[in-house]
């Protein structure tokens, strides 16, 4: 199987990201984790180098992602990341989850396409902040 050249969108994407302090990860089009930045490792409970790429399926089972008020499991495609994409619109919302170092947070999540044309859509960037622990 030939291995595809990623988007130019995602890989300005990545290098904007590597930039930021603000927690961030990149998904591709097919709902795959391709990056998140040293911010987000500290969220994650792991650093990129460590986990590295993540198809979709694994990174659900990895972060196992649940909503805030019934802690229903989340699918991919109802996380802010897969409603942008499947939906190709920003997204904002919370939800709780496991991170890789076992402690569980809550994070609140704006999840955004990234469009090559305007009518394509490459991935999605979600920048996101842990939630304070409640009183």
Known sequence: MERR???LVLIVARSFATKLATPTLIIDAN??????NDAAAEVLGSSYLDVG?????R?????QPRRLSDEEPLTAEQTPGGVALLERRPVHDSFAFRGLDGREREITVTAFPLFSHPDEVVGVMSIFWELPPAP
Not at 59 to 63: K, M, S
Request: no cysteine; aromatic share 22%; proline share 5%.
């Open 53 to 57: 790429a993540l198809d979709a399926s």
């Open 59 to 63: 990174w659900q089972e990895l972060f």
């Open 5 to 7: 050249q990623p988007d």
């Open 31 to 36: 709902g795959d984790l391709v990056y998140f």
